[in-house]
């Protein structure tokens, strides 16, 4: 006969139908990774036998099978009475003595191993938990603090009945488990006390896109629960995979999150058992708290390293649940299950892309998640108690959902919420039942109208937005398994670092262009000698604004290094090995003086297109300083996240002296051509720089055709004036002579050539005649990928 409870020491993964998912996982990893030094804390577990002896005791399986057969399961409107009748039928049993002396057997055990005031986490585990297919995430109870012998008893009774929560019941019946099949186990564990610290959890790829290279870290003060249910808006920190034995530093992106409240246990009486909702109480973090990041950088890493052990020893992705104790300072890993979204629903041989075709009123924002447009009636709802208002296909909005909102979430087409992050339970869901889902939004139950017709698109990036009325959208679908690859290599145009995990699933050859000014513009928003010499900022409207951006930064000049190289680095990092070509910075004066604090330090010229841009910029006393930092952060990014697949171009360098001497100020930056695999491409978009490739290659590893603006600089004509759209061709006789020599220059010295621009993708014939040409690569933007693909593969064909 089996016995009631198992010590983590003696359950494997495959005691899973005896103990449930979840504490067959805690004694898998207690057993097998604990030695390798991830810490799990102790525990035992009570056994499917014990819940079974349970109910034959008191003679109840016929009973709650008579219970359960009365649900309607077309529309579940009696589901809160049947699920209260089946928990009383529960409570109201005998707890038999035979498994309180199993349960007692392990409590002494544990008392005699870590102490005799020991408090215990009590955690509910179905044995059809935690399956491949089905989280059965957050539907059982947990017991927090429990301390004490008969509170433990009443803990486990708890749990037992829990497992007919309303919430479980009906995933039971939308998984198709059957309710009599199921047993439950209860995990008694050592408390790791996280309310003295911080909690969180952690996947092991990027849940949003199934990107595997990332281990996605989620936390905030206190515990665990505020960041499951999505009640606090968390940090965020994402560190890379690959490199994350070997670099300096792996962590490719931080976000502080506001961590508005700090969950803690309640006071309680001795000898007294609070349910889990009483046991805990939430409490305004304090703004100090608030500013500062729950984990250190050693930590994070520790906690990455971790993840990606327990990957690798569970062959698939995983959602983890970290604590840090706050009496020892020591990291733990208290929950660890199967990853279940993009490892099960993932259609890698369709990429979809939604496109808003009108623009609308924005009614609220927050983290988007799915990449996708939908539209539908906003039902705002404020407890799960009104369910039954929200009718299939409908917006459900709200300030945050838990696990007692399951029963209805399969209904929404899209899931708003006013607090929230990317692995807090809303989202877990929204991805498991395949709903839109803008998380965190701060205010949508007050902007958005109950029965107001919504537009909700995740499709630009991180960001999601809830649009007024029904607006019209295009989805273009392209099935990637059907889609040859070119000889020419097929590369991308990037600025956004949001879209970059989504983006690496094209059938691409790297970055062929990373604009920099884009980051910059976005991520960065202040110019960079107003960072480095904040003292001379005049404008009082320009200083209020950099210290709030850079409030966390004593020195302002390392806001702009750390912004731009995890912007560069989570771009890298998503294309990794392959080559991701960054442009230093190429906005012109009058560009630099939009941003923040930049009017003062630019020059007022007639004619920025071809005043100091580009390298010309860079040596120059103006901007020298500025470029110092952009080389800073580059440098960070190949040398302390080891992204060494980042090369660098130098725009707009109007003759070889001056790209010597860009070179050379590279080098005295740490950036030196050669070291650490680094190349330095150039781009070709003055006339100057096809007459003379054969010089510019002897400074350059690679050039970059920049046909707009050699267009622009060999005819005369301004790009951006229609008077002279006549005139402004690719097509133009002197713009190809160049472009050719450019190309028989380059073979001559064997140097790599790439193009940049729209044209092979609107005009076949252009990307024909770069291919004819020998071309090496040419890139796109990343809504013309398809078309510049069917283009080069066309004139490829051509040629044979």
């Known amino acids: 006969m089996e016995p009631f409870i198992k010590h983590f020491k003696d359950i494997s993964y495959k005691d899973m139908s005896s103990v449930g998912g979840k504490n067959a996982s805690l004694g898998e990893m207690y057993n097998q990774l604990n030695p390798e030094g991830i810490q799990v804390p102790d525990g035992y577990a009570t056994t499917s036998a014990a819940y ?16 359960l057969s009365g649900l309607d399961t077309n529309d579940f409107h009696n589901l809160s009475d049947i699920g209260k009748q089946a928990r009383e039928l529960i409570l109201n049993a005998q707890f038999p003595e035979d498994i309180r002396e199993a349960i007692e057997e392990g409590y002494t055990y544990l008392k005699s191993e870590y102490g005799e005031d020991i408090s215990l986490a009590v955690r509910s585990s179905a044995t059809a938990e935690d399956l491949p297919t089905a989280s059965f995430a957050g539907q059982l109870e947990t017991y927090l603090n429990v301390s004490g012998l008969q509170n433990l008893y009443k803990a486990c009774h708890h749990s037992y009945a829990s497992l007919f929560t309303d919430r479980a019941i009906k995933y039971r019946v939308d998984n198709e488990f059957e309710h009599m099949q199921v047993a439950l186990s209860v995990g008694v564990q050592t408390m790791v006390r996280s309310d003295k610290a911080c909690s969180g959890v952690m996947f092991t790829l990027d849940p949003d896109t199934g990107f595997e290279n990332a281990v996605v870290i989620s936390g905030s003060w206190g515990l ?15 560190v890379f995979k690959p490199t994350l034995d070997k670099a300096k530093q792996p962590i490719i992106s931080r976000k502080l999150g506001s961590k508005a409240k700090t969950m803690v246990y309640a006071d309680k009486s001795e000898g007294e058992l609070l349910s889990p909702t009483d046991a805990i109480v939430n409490l305004d973090t304090p703004v100090e708290r608030q500013e500062q990041f729950v984990l250190q950088d050693d930590e994070v890493v520790q906690l990455a390293k971790w993840g990606k052990r327990i990957e690798e020893h569970y062959d698939q992705p995983m959602d983890i649940e970290w604590a840090k104790d706050g009496l020892n300072g020591e990291l733990y890993i ?36 799915s990449n996708r447009i939908v539209s539908g009636t906003a039902r705002v709802l404020h407890s799960p108690a009104e ?46 039942v395949g709903a839109v889902a803008v998380l965190g939004t701060d205010d949508a139950t007050k902007t958005v109208r109950d029965g107001q017709e919504v537009t909700v698109s995740t499709a630009g990036g991180e960001t999601g937005y809830v649009y007024e009325g029904k607006l019209d959208w295009d989805e273009k679908k392209t099935d990637m398994s059907k889609l040859w690859k070119p000889k020419t290599k097929a590369m991308l145009i990037l600025g956004d670092p949001e879209q970059a995990f989504k983006y690496s699933f094209l ?6 262009l990373m604009r920099m000014e884009f980051i910059i513009n976005n991520s960065i928003q202040i110019h960079p000698m107003a960072l480095k010499h ?119 360098c109007r003759t070889v002296e001056e790209g010597k001497k860009v070179i050379d100020l590279l080098a005295d930056y740490g950036l030196k051509r050669g070291e650490n695999e680094l190349e330095v491409y150039v781009m070709v978009e003055i006339p100057s720089n096809a007459l003379l490739a054969e010089e510019f290659a002897e400074h350059f590893d690679g050039f970059s055709i920049g046909s707009n603006d050699l267009t622009q600089l060999t005819l ?26 450019t190309l028989q220059k380059a073979k001559k010295t064997g140097t790599k050539v790439g193009l940049c621009g729209q044209a092979p993708s609107d005009y076949p014939r252009f990307a024909a005649f770069l291919v004819e040409h020998g071309i090496d690569s040419i890139s796109f933007n990343p809504d013309a990928f398809f078309k510049g693909l069917e283009n080069m593969l066309e004139a490829e064909k051509q040629m044979q």
């Open 334 to 369: 208290v929950q660890a299950r199967p990853e279940t979204v993009q490892s099960q629903h993932k259609d890698e041989a369709f990429f979809t892309e939604y496109t808003l075709k009108e623009e609308g009123k924005v009614l609220c924002s927050g983290i988007g998640l």
């Open 716 to 741: 005369g004509a301004d790009r951006d004036s229609g008077l002279l759209s006549d005139i402004f061709s690719p097509f133009d006789q002197a713009v190809q002579q160049l472009i050719v020599m």
């Open 224 to 238: 665990g629960e505020n960041v499951v249910q999505g009640a606090v808006n968390t940090d965020e920190f994402v």
């Open 387 to 432: 369910s039954d208002k929200l009718q299939e296909g409908e917006v459900l909005v709200t300030r945050k959902t838990d696990p007692d909102w399951d029963p209805i979430l399969k209904k929404a087409s899209a899931i708003i919420t006013e607090q929230g992050g990317r692995t807090s339970h809303a989202a877990i869901v929204a991805r498991e």
């Open 507 to 512: 059938p691409n050859d790297g970055v062929g």
């Open 534 to 652: 904040f003292e001379k900022v005049e404008s009082k409207e320009a200083r209020e604004k950099i210290e709030q951006l850079t409030h966390h930064y004593p020195n302002k000049a390392d806001y702009f290094v750390d912004k731009l190289a995890e912007a560069t680095g989570i771009i890298a990092a998503a294309f990794y090995p392959k080559d991701v070509i960054v442009r230093m910075s190429d906005f012109k004066s009058n560009e630099y003086a939009n941003l923040i604090g930049g009017r003062q330090f630019e020059p007022d010229e007639a004619n920025p297109m071809i005043g100091l841009r580009g390298a010309s910029r860079y040596y120059h006393r103006l901007y020298q300083e500025g470029f110092e930092l952009e080389c800073r952060a580059m440098k960070k990014v190949r040398e302390e996240m080891g992204l060494t697949n980042v090369k660098l171009m130098i725009p707009f």
């Open 52 to 67: 079974w002896h349970f109910l034959e005791q008191n003679e109840l399986k016929q009973q709650l099978t008579d219970i």
